[in-house]
């Protein structure tokens, strides 16, 4: 991709990821291996330990992950 052609809207996108990046971060498998406790904790209003926090941040920058994090919470509260 030509850095030329990307627009503002892009390239703020990118600023953004790169500012959420930090030293350890975990790996799509890593995340949706928290994911449980992370969707039960956050519908809870549970304070998130150091784990469920990467999961937040890996979550912040994965759009895939993201996904399949809203959907278990969804059912999650469906079965509450």
Request: proline fraction near 4%; aromatic fraction near 2%; include cysteine.
């Given at each position: 991709?030509?850095?030329?052609?990307?627009?503002?809207?892009?390239?703020?996108?990118?600023?953004?990821?790169?500012?959420?990046?930090?030293?350890?971060?975990?790996?799509?498998g890593e995340c949706l291996m928290h994911?449980?406790?992370?969707?039960?904790?956050?519908?809870?209003?549970?304070?998130?330990d150091e784990a469920?926090?990467?999961?937040e941040q890996h979550l912040a920058l994965c759009p895939e992950c993201r996904e399949e994090c809203e959907a278990l919470m969804e059912i999650l509260k469906a079965q509450s």
């Amino acid at each position: 991709m030509n850095p030329q052609s990307l627009t503002n809207e892009q390239v703020g996108s990118l600023v953004k990821m790169l500012d959420l990046t930090q030293e350890h971060e975990f790996t799509c498998g890593e995340c949706l291996m928290h994911a449980g406790e992370f969707a039960e904790s956050k519908l809870a209003g549970l304070p998130l330990d150091e784990a469920l926090t990467l999961v937040e941040q890996h979550l912040a920058l994965c759009p895939e992950c993201r996904e399949e994090c809203e959907a278990l919470m969804e059912i999650l509260k469906a079965q509450s």
